[in-house]
């Protein structure tokens, strides 16, 4: 499995210059409180639903709530072409 986990700053500088941010918890835990300009995909759906939120060719940073299902969600998207996804890991890391 391909390292594809970027550390806070970066993922600040790539949702600054433009980066869409994916929240892959559930709509529970999002709803409890999210990274501002954060769009919920939980992971269980991504695979479906990425299309209807990202064009292959953008930069993606997405997270979770601990970095398990952030990391699994990044490599789906990228096995599906999105070859600009990045794990931030937990929000806490934001």
């Known amino acids: 499995m391909e390292n594809t ?4 700053a970066k993922a600040h500088e ?3 210059d433009g980066a ?3 929240d892959v918890r559930s709509p529970a835990e999002f ?4 990274v501002p300009g954060a769009v919920n995909v ?4 991504i695979a479906t639903q990425i299309a209807n939120f990202a064009k ?3 930069t993606l940073v997405i997270y979770c709530a601990a970095g398990g299902r ?3 969600a990044t490599q789906i998207v ?3 072409g999105y070859s600009k996804a990045f794990d931030m890991g937990g929000i806490g890391n934001w």
């Open 5 to 8: 986990r970027i550390p806070s």
């Open 14 to 16: 790539l949702v600054k």
């Open 20 to 22: 869409k941010l994916l």
């Open 31 to 34: 709803a409890g409180g999210a």
């Open 42 to 45: 939980p992971v269980q759906v």
């Open 56 to 58: 292959p060719d953008e």
């Open 70 to 72: 952030s990391a699994v």
């Open 78 to 80: 990228r096995s599906m």
